[in-house]
């Protein structure tokens, strides 16, 4: 099991920068991949930004420049650095997590934190 606990929403005028963090807990030696989701009102769940254990990194297309994914694996944290935030960057924001034991890929979310931009 894996716990994913988000912190550092908000609301921010366009323009301003966030910087949201995810602190990960429990058989965290199992994960694999980390990454930031959002979900606005009426709108599917889409990928933000992606990091591999290898420090690999993906971005959507809707906010690459503008966000930095980060993990300190000492700390089990993920951070999202969020700058030049736009009024369609409101939404919740979620941190996930792929586990893999076994052979078996898990799926472990946080419980999400409110972002309003501005405008």
């Known amino acids: 099991q894996v716990q994913l606990v988000e912190s550092g929403g908000g609301l921010v005028q366009a323009g301003g920068s966030l910087r949201l963090s995810c602190a990960a807990s429990?058989?965290?030696?199992?994960?694999?991949?980390m990454g930031w989701y959002r979900q606005a009102p009426g709108n599917q769940r889409e990928l933000v930004a992606g990091?591999?254990?290898?420090?690999?990194?993906k971005y959507g297309d809707s906010v690459k420049g503008r966000f930095t994914i980060s993990r300190d694996n000492a700390n089990n944290t993920l951070y999202l650095q969020m700058n030049s935030l736009k009024p369609e960057d409101t939404a919740v924001y979620y941190c996930?997590?792929?586990?893999?034991?076994?052979?078996?890929?898990?799926?472990?979310w946080g419980q999400g934190t409110q972002v309003t931009v501005s405008s």
């Open positions: 996930a997590a792929l586990a893999i034991v076994g052979g078996y890929e898990y799926d472990y």
């Open positions: 429990g058989s965290i030696f199992s994960i694999n991949r």
């Open positions: 990091i591999t254990t290898g420090g690999s990194t």
